[in-house]
């Protein structure tokens, strides 16, 4: 079993790269070590926080986090085994479900549902400005996951 730690900044001018680290354990519960060869895992050419990582139906691994690359909003890595990850990529929101953000910021939980649909909670800015949270269900676009 393989988790995200914790983030640590590692500066590089003019902005901060923060990666995220990787530790396994046996079980749940732990204890977890840490995976010092591979840290720090680098999802996003610039920083990465506040990662949710879930194992998805088909057994591979999917981290939802925030990132600076001016999307509006949050990006997702894919993982066979939880300890390689592919760059992450910005997510793409159904507009009819968004309407009302800004800008959507901190991934909170990504909950399996059915037949590979997801809901996801998060935390946005809406078009006056205040911070709020939001909920989306998505169905994953597994001819993206593959690519």
Same mark, same amino acid.
């Given at each position: 079993?393989?988790?995200? &730690?914790?983030?640590?900044? +590692?500066?590089?001018?003019?902005?901060?790269?923060? %990666?995220? *680290?990787?530790?396994? /354990?046996?079980?749940?519960?732990?204890?977890?070590?840490?995976?010092?060869?591979?840290?720090?895992?680098?999802?996003?050419?610039?920083?990465?926080?506040?990662?949710?990582?879930?194992? &998805?139906?088909?057994?591979? +691994?999917?981290?939802?986090?925030?990132?600076?690359? %001016?999307? *509006?909003?949050?990006? /997702?890595?894919?993982s066979d085994d939880g300890l390689h990850w592919s760059k992450g990529q910005p997510v793409v929101w159904p507009n009819e479900q968004t309407k009302w953000v800004q800008t959507i910021r901190t991934p909170l939980c990504f909950?399996?549902?059915?037949?590979?649909?997801?809901?996801?909670?998060?935390?946005?800015?809406?078009?006056?400005?205040?911070?709020?949270?939001?909920?989306?269900?998505?169905?994953?676009?597994?001819?993206?996951?593959?690519?």
């Amino acid at each position: 079993m393989a988790g995200i &730690l914790r983030q640590r900044s +590692y500066p590089t001018p003019p902005n901060p790269l923060v %990666g995220v *680290g990787l530790a396994e /354990a046996k079980q749940l519960s732990g204890p977890w070590t840490r995976c010092s060869e591979r840290n720090p895992v680098l999802l996003h050419d610039t920083f990465v926080e506040n990662s949710v990582v879930t194992k &998805l139906q088909d057994g591979r +691994y999917l981290a939802l986090y925030d990132e600076s690359g %001016g999307s *509006g909003s949050f990006s /997702a890595a894919w993982s066979d085994d939880g300890l390689h990850w592919s760059k992450g990529q910005p997510v793409v929101w159904p507009n009819e479900q968004t309407k009302w953000v800004q800008t959507i910021r901190t991934p909170l939980c990504f909950i399996a549902e059915h037949n590979e649909t997801y809901t996801v909670f998060f935390t946005a800015m809406d078009t006056s400005g205040y911070g709020c949270v939001g909920k989306l269900r998505l169905k994953l676009n597994k001819e993206r996951i593959d690519d």
